[in-house]
């Protein structure tokens, strides 16, 4: 049995704005897994037939699937809880296939495909195997090339890669065909329901004691479409206006150092998936 099984669901290639920047971003994801300090894991990257995916590095294994385009990827016409909805049924057949390739793991992290986690993860689960899981509450927020990262105190509200959780309380199906979209939707498909449906059934995740990921923002092939640090957190009337928090916030800057690249964005040798 693998501790833990990190799953990177993929967009639909015809979803993606570009495709050369999302394989970008997923090396580099897949870079910050690889790097744990504790070797039992694995990565699994669902992604459609014919998606060309970055050379990946042991561990990792291509879970290939052939649902269509999400056709509300964008808002355009749909209303936000429609555009929400089709997202949430999109990633979660995508996080479900993945982890029916691993349903022997004891613990699964979801992890957005352009975002980091920190090297201890996988060694804090293996020192605490009885655990539910936990909530990341604490992270960075990093632009894309920067060199700054703001500590995040909610962060489990503002990243899906937030999550890590025994495999058991998912009440996986034994196939694909026996999962309900909604039961897909809310336990899979979405980072914001699933702490609180835990906590009503009697089995509450706990809080990692150390800041766990680092949320991307800032970059072209967003689909959140999140502003950069200075521009959301300092430079607008709304941060300008409330001089405690935007001190607390500029208390909560750190250089992008020698500890943090080693922490959340590691390197390691790759091989060609296939």
Known sequence: MTLVTFII???????ARDWSRLKANLAQTVR???????????????????ADLPNLPERFSAERVTFPPNDAHE??????????????VDKGRRVLKGMLRARDSRFFMI???????????????SENRNANGWTIDRGYVWDDGGKLLLGYDDFNHLCGTSLIIRSDLYGLPDRYEDASPDWMKSM?????????????????????????AVYRVAHAGSHSRTPGIMAKYFL????????????????????????????????TAVRRDT
């Open 236 to 267: 607008n009337w709304g941060a300008l206006k409330r001089p405690r928090r935007l001190l607390r916030n500029a208390s909560r800057l750190r250089l992008v150092g020698e500890a943090a690249k080693r922490e959340f964005f590691g390197k």
């Open 75 to 88: 808002r355009g016409g749909a209303s936000k809880e429609d555009f929400y909805d089709a997202f949430r």
């Open 9 to 15: 669901p993929v967009r639909h290639q015809d979803n």
């Open 188 to 212: 899979l498909g979405s980072h914001i329901r699933i702490a609180d449906i835990l906590a009503e059934r009697g089995t509450p995740l706990a809080t990692l004691p150390f800041r766990g």
């Open 32 to 50: 910050s897994i690889s790097s744990q300090t504790n070797d039992d894991w694995r990565g699994i990257i669902v992604a459609n037939e014919g």
């Open 111 to 125: 992890v957005d495909d352009d975002d980091f986690v920190s090297a201890r993860l996988v060694q804090h689960v």
